[in-house]
């Protein structure tokens, strides 16, 4: 459904207040009736740079948990480095919702070259890092992420 930018900054508002009252099943619903799936991370980004913040972040885990769906996952992940302050703790906890939706979608290779970025920072478990370097390279041959991880293992 597409809404008018005014029907929109009042939705989104809706939602906001929904989720910073922990409404999130309803929050849900809103979410589910007024926008399609390739626009929810631009709209919960926009939702935790105001009043919720961390809150969105929460709202998305809590989805991810609830659907046990890739999607949801992927975006957890975004917004835990997008709202954790301490950068260590962003990183572990967006890497682990992105391992989570390759588990749940195994076949999705740009979940995995995803996952390989965090290989620099030491953060990806070894026994990930050419599994998923070589479905990348299947895919994009002159991946540098992927090459990189290669020459470095």
Not at 56 to 78: D, G, P
Not at 95 to 118: G, M, N, R, T
Request: charged share 25%; aromatic share 8%.
């Amino acid at each position: 459904m597409k809404l008018s930018a005014k029907s929109m900054d009042s939705t989104t508002s809706q939602i906001s207040q929904l989720i910073l009252d922990y409404k999130f099943n309803e929050a849900e619903e809103l979410i589910k009736s007024n926008f399609n799936e390739d626009d929810v991370l631009e709209l919960l980004e926009q939702i935790s740079k105001g009043k919720p913040g961390l809150l969105a972040y929460t709202f998305a885990a809590h989805l991810s948990e609830k659907h046990q769906n890739s999607f949801w996952h992927r975006i957890a992940a975004s917004l835990a480095i997008q709202t954790l302050e301490e950068k260590s703790h962003a990183q572990n906890t967006s890497l682990y919702h992105i391992l989570k939706a390759v588990e749940l979608d195994p076949k999705d290779w740009e979940l995995k070259e995803q996952a390989l970025s965090f290989y620099p920072e030491n953060l990806l478990p070894e026994r990930y890092v050419k599994p998923f370097a070589e479905a990348v390279l299947r895919q994009d041959p002159t991946n540098e992420l992927a090459l990189g991880a290669v020459e470095m293992d």
